[in-house]
């Protein structure tokens, strides 16, 4: 495929985690930056964290430094984002999506269709 899946949403409670996975195309998947992006009702879309094609290199925003992981498994073609410690102002829509750099902010080639992260008080 060539629009990225997303899966692994859903209600949590404050403190708890998710596993978010993203399943990509493996046409020349490895060559792809992944990046996780969010979107709240009324906020800006915000680039959470990314990670370079041979999984050597990442970013990650201040709001989610240290509670948040992106990985990949270029064999799976499949990109992961585990979120710890989730607070209700992490309740957003989450996208995944494969951009070819050379900066994490540049844009984008293919994204999912998000998945609900909802984070209760």
């Known amino acids: 495929q060539v629009q990225p899946v997303e899966s692994g949403g859903g209600l949590v409670q404050a403190g708890g985690s998710l596993r978010l996975s993203c399943a990509a195309s493996?046409?020349?998947?490895?060559?792809?930056?992944m990046g996780w992006f969010r979107q709240a009702p009324g906020k800006e879309r915000e680039l959470l964290a990314a990670i370079n094609g041979g999984g050597t290199s990442t970013y990650y925003a201040g709001s989610v430094e240290g509670r948040f992981t992106i990985s990949r498994d270029n064999a799976k073609n499949t990109a992961l984002l585990q979120m710890n410690s989730l607070k209700p102002e992490d309740t957003a829509v989450y996208y995944c999506?494969?951009?070819?750099?050379?900066?994490?902010?540049?844009?984008?080639?293919?994204w999912g269709q998000g998945t609900q992260v909802t984070v209760s008080s």
């Open positions: 999506a494969q951009g070819r750099g050379p900066r994490w902010n540049s844009p984008y080639d293919y």
């Open positions: 493996g046409r020349t998947f490895s060559a792809y930056v």
